[in-house]
């Protein structure tokens, strides 16, 4: 039990660490992530340049490189039980390797659906709609996802952790396996707030921040009946008012 906690607690201070250097990065330098989105859109709107600059700078490891990042700011926290589930079902020999299974797994589906979003967002950029007609419709398109019982039973599916075989090949290709399915249901339930800050043509950073508020506190939600309903961030904004509360009474206490 007691190494168990041990193992748990660390993989939360890593994970944490890993956010927050992603994060570091991003308000510190920005560059990858914005070339991400400003292919997408532009101020005065979509542009039919974005396809064949691209295309001509084969920028492709540098799009990679602000999505690996954008993806551990945001999706990271919500990794910290399932890591803990892989790690305490390996042996100590094998729990480095798997959990380095079950990330790449995780991340090589996430790249993958997003090269799809990136072909798709830049064939409509070909269109030169305005990029406020394509920040309204990304909405209205998240919003009805949001509320919708698909998203509802996504969450509910990236609950569920399935059991790992322990031995040789098959606890590898479980666990690989694992990172993989875990990853479909995350890009289910958050796909239309991932996709939300890549179409805006400022303020990413902020809408970066209040999409990985929504997405921590969703997984902090326990399981639901898959109904049209909206949903809030109820137990996540339960738990920073209460420890803003804890630290400033602990400041005052300091005080006195």
């Not at 797994?105 to 072909?119: E, P, R």
């Not at 990172?179 to 890009?187: L, N």
């Not at 990985?212 to 904004?237: C, D, M, N, Q």
């Amino acid at each position: 039990m007691i190494e168990n906690a041990r193992i748990r607690s660390r993989i939360v201070a890593s994970v944490l660490l890993i956010c927050i250097i992603a994060w570091t990065i991003i308000l510190v330098n920005p560059a990858p992530l914005m070339f991400h989105a400003h292919h997408l859109v532009t101020y005065s709107g979509a542009s039919r340049s974005s396809f064949p600059i691209i295309l001509l700078l084969r920028q492709l490891a540098y799009l990679v490189l602000g999505w690996v990042i954008m993806l551990s700011a945001m999706m990271s926290p919500t990794l910290i039980e399932s890591i803990q589930h892989v790690a305490e079902r390996s042996f100590k020999r094998q729990r480095g390797r798997a959990i380095g299974l079950f990330i790449i797994g995780y991340v090589t589906v996430w790249i993958v659906t997003n090269s799809a979003i990136l072909l798709i967002m830049l064939s409509i950029s070909l269109l030169e709609l305005p990029s406020h007609h394509l920040i309204i419709g990304v909405s209205i398109i998240a919003f009805l996802w949001q509320c919708s019982p698909i998203k509802q039973r996504s969450l509910n599916r990236a609950h569920n952790h399935r059991e790992l075989a322990a031995f040789g090949l098959a606890a590898d290709l479980d666990t690989l396996y694992f990172g993989i399915t875990h990853g479909s249901w995350c890009i289910s339930s958050c796909w239309a707030l991932m996709l939300f800050p890549m179409v805006l043509p400022q303020g990413h950073v902020a809408a970066m921040a209040t999409m990985t508020f929504l997405i921590v506190s969703e997984r902090l939600e326990a399981p639901k009946t898959p109904t049209w309903h909206l949903r809030f961030p109820g137990k996540l904004i339960q738990i920073s008012i209460a420890q803003t509360q804890i630290l400033f009474s602990s400041q005052l206490l300091k005080q006195e």
